[in-house]
């Protein structure tokens, strides 16, 4: 992807919201995504008049589940994004994609309209966990979503599954997470759930009551990466997992620090100097008022961001990388919290790259939290 920029697409329409989801997303009439995708075209054609480089190597459509409307709209959000934008012939292209919300036709559509990559929310293969979860699909129709990805031509897809959920057990995860992984996808991203405040599970769950204790827990972490390697899946970021090659792009570029646009409500941007944040109002985003606030960033901030983004990948952080980025040593900045966690078997040096250690990686927040100033 060389050092093309990134574009993420908010499509924030659901057919239920989930109940662990806090995200900026929900239930809408069609007359309401209507007038969404108008604002969202006027977004890109106005904000790319200004953009400093056009050149853009993965496209993301994420919500919310983008899948759910018409996939003539995705198209038409496409078809602009090239007419804007230079697309490079590489690029990555994803969209999300919930088990229902997907059929033949609009997988035609996708890949008529240069998607290359699809990722499709299944949390778990126990219907029961499904429920809980407050999914609006089974396993069986997780598994007839799948099969149509597949027989669509569609080469390169991840599937999301979540660990901590409320009833699951060691068993129940460690079947889900072999299940996956013998359909083969190219890419899975396992995720532990967080019972975010202001989700009725934060009222359900907020005391601890019914979830996986904290030994359970850590050792569905561990499990994770050791059963996935059985099957030829490498960690490559805390939470994801890819056979050789099919790392994801648009996530990467996130980690390393790429710049990016964020179109649609509640989307993030960053240029490389300063960070943009779209209105989370729905209605306001609609009318036109599309930006909440921008940010720009200290050098501080940015020296930060490198070390606990980078440091979510298990090849960690570049030294010639930090030097290149801010024109100083790692040492000149770093060099007593590096010898502490060091010391403390929490990160590993390895000729230029410093990574997280497998103990660092349990403590992953404790360990970024050093490099804060």
Not at 18 to 25: G, L, N, P, T
Not at 105 to 131: C, P
Not at 283 to 290: A, L, P, S, T
Request: glycine share 8%.
């Amino acid at each position: 992807m060389n050092d093309a920029g990134m574009i993420y697409v908010h499509i924030p329409f659901c057919v239920k919201k989930c109940d662990y989801c806090d995200f900026v997303s929900g239930v809408c009439e069609k007359n309401v995504q209507e007038a969404y995708f108008k604002a969202l075209k006027e977004e890109i054609v106005k904000r790319s008049e200004s953009a400093p480089d056009k050149r853009v190597g993965s496209v993301f459509f994420g919500g919310g589940t983008p899948s759910i409307v018409d996939a003539g709209r995705i198209k038409d959000i496409l078809d602009l994004i090239r007419v804007r934008f230079e697309i490079e012939d590489d690029a990555e292209m994803t969209i999300e994609a919930n088990p229902n919300s997907v059929t033949s036709d609009k997988l035609k559509v996708y890949r008529e309209a240069g998607i290359n990559r699809i990722s499709i929310g299944l949390q778990s293969s126990k219907d029961d966990e499904l429920k809980t979860l407050g999914r609006v699909h089974t396993f069986k129709e997780f598994l007839k979503t799948y099969d149509l990805v597949r027989t669509a031509g569609f080469s390169n897809v991840n599937i999301d599954i979540m660990s901590a959920v409320p009833g699951q057990t060691l068993d129940s995860y460690h079947e889900t997470l072999k299940t996956v992984a013998t359909l083969n996808p190219e890419h899975i991203s396992a995720y532990s759930l967080i019972v975010e405040e202001g989700t009725p599970f934060f009222e359900r769950y907020k005391d601890g009551a019914g979830l996986p204790d904290e030994d359970t827990e850590r050792k569905m972490y561990h499990d994770t990466e050791s059963i996935l390697k059985e099957y030829g899946y490498e960690r490559y970021e805390i939470s994801n997992y890819a056979r050789p090659g099919y790392e994801c792009k648009h996530n990467m570029g996130y980690w390393t620090g790429r710049r990016y646009m964020g179109f649609g409500v509640a989307a993030a941007s960053y240029d490389g100097s300063g960070r943009r944040t779209n209105t989370e109002d729905l209605n306001e985003y609609i009318g036109g008022n599309w930006e909440r606030e921008t940010i720009e960033l200290s050098e501080t901030d940015k020296i930060e961001e490198f070390m606990f983004l980078g440091l979510r990948m298990t090849r960690g952080i570049s030294k010639s990388g930090f030097k290149e980025a801010f024109g100083k040593d790692i040492y000149d900045v770093y060099n007593v919290q590096i010898q502490k966690l060091k010391d403390h078997g929490l990160i590993v040096e390895s000729g230029e790259r410093i990574f997280l250690s497998k103990l660092g990686t349990d403590v992953a927040n404790t360990v970024m939290a050093e490099f804060m100033f």
